[in-house]
């Protein structure tokens, strides 16, 4: 089994800066994918960045150029992060992280809260 446990969730002012990480415990495995999804009040959960073994990365429009996502598979580790600079308003929501293994399906983290305001 695999779980994916985040950190680095808080309050934030406009402009301010937050790094989330993500590690995966349990089952070692090489995961295809790992990325961030994000959920505000009211609203559908949405991909924020995504990142393949490859190194090949996706952003979502809104988040590019402010965010960079990173990830660190070593010998027994696996972890994703989210440098999250220039933080908006908008980008107040529960994180998620996510990772990707073939022939198993998605896992999901249980989330940590990012609010921005002054």
């Known amino acids: 089994q695999v779980q994916l446990m985040e950190s680095g969730g808080g309050l934030v002012q406009p402009g301010g800066s937050l790094r989330l990480s993500c590690a995966a415990s349990?089952?070692?495995?090489?995961?295809?994918?790992m990325g961030w999804y994000r959920q505000a009040p009211g609203k559908e959960r949405e991909l924020v960045a995504r990142?393949?073994?490859?190194?090949?990365?996706?952003?979502a429009g809104s988040v590019k150029g402010r965010f960079t996502i990173s990830r660190e598979n070593a010998k027994n580790t696996n972890m994703v992060y989210l440098q999250m600079n220039s933080l908006k308003p908008e980008d107040t929501a529960v994180y998620y992280c996510?990772?990707?293994?073939?022939?198993?399906?998605?896992?999901w983290g249980k989330g940590t809260l990012v609010t921005v305001s002054s």
């Open positions: 996510y990772a990707y293994e073939s022939g198993y399906g998605d896992y």
């Open positions: 349990g089952r070692i495995t090489s995961f295809g994918a």
């Open positions: 990142i393949f073994n490859v190194g090949s990365t996706n952003y």
